[in-house]
């Protein structure tokens, strides 16, 4: 047996993850002496047990392996697992990596390009547009969106991701023969049309348990550069993952809401702890530009984050617009960038408050133009009376 259908065939025995899997190959030195190792040998290795040991002596590995891989070429899911070299270094680097990743679709090449966002499943309307917003505003500056495909925030913004055509990742709690909520099915379908992905650590006849969602949370953590939490109560998962964020070195932002809504209380909870507060976008950019959050003095150049001179790439922008009004098109043809680079100096202008768009999509130098009266609209008599 190999050392890569060791990893799948492990992973499908129910209690042992990495660190079991580390003990038992420290232990007997291959998989095939995993197999043969007997049961009073087996209980004394470190974290097994005579439950677990049980469990390996009764499991039909072949039979097994055998039916796993035919469901899933059947399914068109890839298997990762953590002797391959595609395997996401995002996830080898953390304390207790999934033995494996169960992927239907395909994975972003660039993590440093993905952004998590999520919240509760009980959501309010302000929460409903905001997450689309968020979501729609990281795909505009090329970001790929994870999140947990659940109910409620979650399902927001992969879906507001599929409508703007980019590319979003779901991280399910269970197999991916057990889709939940089962309502999402055709989401999930899009996103991988859209060259997305929907992913799990767990055999892909594993049942959804609630138990499962914390481990979920740290792969939606590990993958992204940062976390954003939309709304989230108290008791919400949201935060188990902006906690596994923070753990792992991400930025965290937070969205207040009203002092008076539960959903978010967990915001607040967040901001209160040290994550940042999020109006738009443009502040995650910010951060994940510098380092340091608006306002913060950049104790290198004295300068206060978001009153910055202009990069070369913002000058080049800024030159291009001094001949006159361009669209995204016009730009992205003068200046042969890549739509997400070139969204990304156009919000950091923005920012800067030296480019303006307007209502048509058209970008232009701030008080480039001038304001003419309406022709349409006559001007109020002042000295009109009743």
Not at 277 to 300: H, K, Q, S, Y
Request: glycine share 10%; proline share 4%.
């Amino acid at each position: 047996m190999t050392e890569r259908e060791f990893c799948i065939a492990v992973n499908m025995i129910s209690g042992v993850g990495f660190l079991r899997y580390s003990s038992l190959l420290d232990t007997f030195g291959s998989p095939d002496e995993v197999r043969k190792a007997e049961r009073g040998v087996l209980q004394k290795v470190d974290g097994i047990g005579p439950v677990l040991a049980e469990r390996i002596i009764s499991f039909d590995w072949d039979a097994e392996l055998s039916r796993e891989f035919a469901v899933a070429e059947r399914g068109g899911v890839q298997i990762i697992t953590l002797v391959d070299e595609d395997y996401p270094d995002e996830l080898r680097n953390i304390y207790d990596p999934p033995l494996c990743l169960y992927v239907r679709g395909k994975l972003p090449e660039k993590h440093d390009r993905s952004i998590a966002i999520v919240g509760s499943r009980r959501i309010s309307r302000y929460g409903e547009k905001m997450a689309v917003m968020l979501a729609e505003e990281a795909v505009a500056c090329g970001f790929t969106v994870y999140s947990g495909l659940a109910l409620g925030v979650d399902t927001l913004a992969h879906k507001a991701v599929v409508d703007m055509a980019g590319c979003t990742v779901g991280v399910l709690g269970g197999g991916l023969m057990h889709m939940y909520p089962k309502e999402n099915i055709p989401l999930a379908r899009d996103m991988i049309r859209n060259g997305g992905a929907v992913i799990s650590e767990f055999p892909l006849n594993f049942p959804v348990n609630r138990h499962n969602f914390p481990r979920r949370n740290r792969i939606v953590a590990a993958m992204c550069r940062a976390v954003i939490v939309v709304e989230a109560g108290l008791d919400s998962g949201a935060l188990i993952t902006a906690k596994l964020a923070a753990e792992m070195g991400k930025e965290v932002f937070a969205l207040p809401g009203r002092v008076d809504n539960v959903q978010a209380k967990g915001c607040h909870k967040l901001i209160k702890e040290g994550a940042c507060l999020i109006e738009n976008f443009d502040d995650v950019m910010l951060v994940l530009a510098t380092g340091l959050r608006p306002g913060m003095e950049n104790m290198t150049t004295g300068e206060i984050v978001g009153s910055e001179q202009m990069s070369p790439d913002c000058e080049k922008v800024c030159t291009l617009l001094s001949g006159g009004d361009m669209d995204l098109e016009e730009l992205q043809m003068a200046t042969a960038w890549e739509p997400g680079m070139l969204m990304a100096v156009l919000m950091k202008l923005e920012l800067l408050l030296a480019v303006e768009r307007d209502s048509f999509g058209y970008y232009h130098l701030t008080g480039s133009r001038k304001k003419e009266p309406c022709a349409e609209t006559p001007e109020l008599d002042m000295d009109c009376q009743s």
